[in-house]
């Protein structure tokens, strides 16, 4: 039902895929669980994530955002947010930790593309299960 409203509110496309289909795709990445992909057909979510649905979607979708109007200030507030639970700096080291042998991610444009994946995480993991979070984005606007 939630991926079927964004996709109606938003005309985003998704599908779903497994853990063996994903391995044969580009985005498979050795020794790491993808749990999904953003490309310009659409979402696609990885069945066999051992993540909650809702955290992967959330995740997702926030990469649909990257180079809207509003992503800058949803990147500052999901920041801003986790320096206030002291999460902050170990979500950022343990995201480049996490992609530090990955094509395209490292210098300058490669910690920009590490920023977006901590954004992503948390807004996933924030917008589903921390009341606070809601409270304080309602409190933003």
């Not at 005309?11 to 779903?16: A, E, N, Q």
């Not at 950022?92 to 490292?106: F, I, P």
Request: hydrophobic letters at 35%.
């Amino acid at each position: 039902n939630v991926l079927a409203k964004i996709s109606a509110d938003k005309g985003v496309v998704f599908s779903v895929t497994d853990a063996k289909k994903l391995a044969e795709t580009s985005f498979a990445v050795d020794g790491k669980t993808v749990n999904g992909y953003v490309t310009e057909d659409g979402v696609t979510i990885n069945i066999d994530s051992p993540k909650y649905l809702n955290t992967v979607v959330g995740h997702e979708i926030t990469h649909v955002l990257e180079g809207t109007e509003f992503y800058d200030a949803l990147q500052d507030t999901i920041f801003e947010y986790a320096k206030t639970k002291g999460e902050y700096k170990q979500r950022l080291y343990d995201a480049r930790q996490l992609y530090k042998d990955v094509e395209g991610y490292k210098g300058v444009d490669g910690f920009n593309k590490v920023k977006k994946e901590v954004v992503s995480d948390l807004v996933g993991e924030y917008l589903f299960d921390d009341p606070d979070f809601i409270a304080n984005l309602c409190g933003k606007t």
